[in-house]
C-alpha cells in the first residue's frame, strides 16, 4: 500500500516573483504586461527559461545567492491572476511575505517604482483578483508606473508603450529586476528605503 508523502514546507530561502501580464502575443509589449517583461528579465540575467507550466502560469527557477526564486507569468489573464496566485502559493508553499507580485501601477508617473508592503489595488484588476483570492490586501508588490492616460485606462494599458518609452523600457525593466533582488537578498523594508526615493 503507497501512502502520499506529505507536503514538503518551502525552505526558508524561496521567494515567489509573479508578474502581471496577460498571455498572447499581441500582448506582450502592452503597458499592463510590464510584470511579464521583468520575470524575463529577471530569468535572462541568471540564465533561467520560464517555460513549465504549474498551476495555471508559466514558470521557472532561477538561484540568487543563498535564494531560490520561483519566477511565474500567470495564463489565467491579468483580470483572473488571483487564480494563478493562489495556486502557485499552494503549490511552492511559499508564505505572503515571501511572494512579490510586479504590476504596472497607473498612479506613478512612467519610470518610477514602489515598493508597499500591502494596500488597496488602485483600481487594478489583477490586483483586485488576487486580494480577492488571498482575503487581504497585505502582501508584498513592486509597483511600476505607466502613467494615467487623459481618456480611457483600459485601452491605454492594453496598448503598446511610446516610442519615448520603448527606448527607456530597457533600464527600467532593469531597475524593477533589481528592486526584486535586493527585496530577497535583503528584506522589503531595506527595499523600499532603498528604492522608494524621490
Known amino acids: 500500500m503507497f501512502r502520499r508523502k506529505p507536503a514538503q514546507p518551502a525552505p526558508a530561502d524561496r521567494w515567489l516573483v509573479i508578474g502581471l501580464g496577460n498571455p498572447g502575443r499581441e500582448y506582450e ?19 533561467g527559461r520560464v517555460t513549465d507550466r504549474a498551476a495555471k502560469s508559466l514558470t521557472g527557477r532561477i538561484r540568487r545567492g543563498e535564494h531560490e526564486l520561483v519566477l511565474a507569468k500567470p495564463q489565467t489573464w491579468m483580470n483572473l491572476s488571483g487564480q494563478a496566485a493562489k495556486a502557485l502559493k499552494g503549490k511552492y508553499d511559499v508564505p505572503l511575505d515571501r511572494l512579490l507580485v510586479v504590476h504596472d501601477e497607473l498612479d506613478l508617473p512612467f519610470g518610477r517604482l514602489r515598493i508597499r508592503s500591502g494596500g488597496s489595488s488602485a483600481g487594478n484588476h489583477g490586483l483586485d483578483s488576487l486580494i ?16 494615467r492616460p487623459v481618456g480611457d485606462a483600459v485601452d491605454y494599458v492594453l496598448s503598446p508603450f511610446t516610442d519615448d518609452e520603448r527606448a527607456q523600457l530597457p533600464d527600467l525593466v532593469r531597475r524593477v529586476a533589481d528592486a526584486v533582488e535586493y527585496t530577497v537578498e535583503h528584506g522589503l523594508d531595506r527595499a523600499m528605503t532603498e528604492f522608494n526615493r524621490g
Open 29 to 47: 509589449r502592452s503597458r499592463h504586461n510590464v510584470g511579464f517583461l521583468v520575470i524575463d528579465e529577471l530569468a535572462r540575467r541568471h540564465g
Open 132 to 147: 480577492g483570492s488571498f482575503g487581504t490586501k497585505t502582501f508584498p508588490r513592486i509597483r511600476v508606473g505607466v502613467g
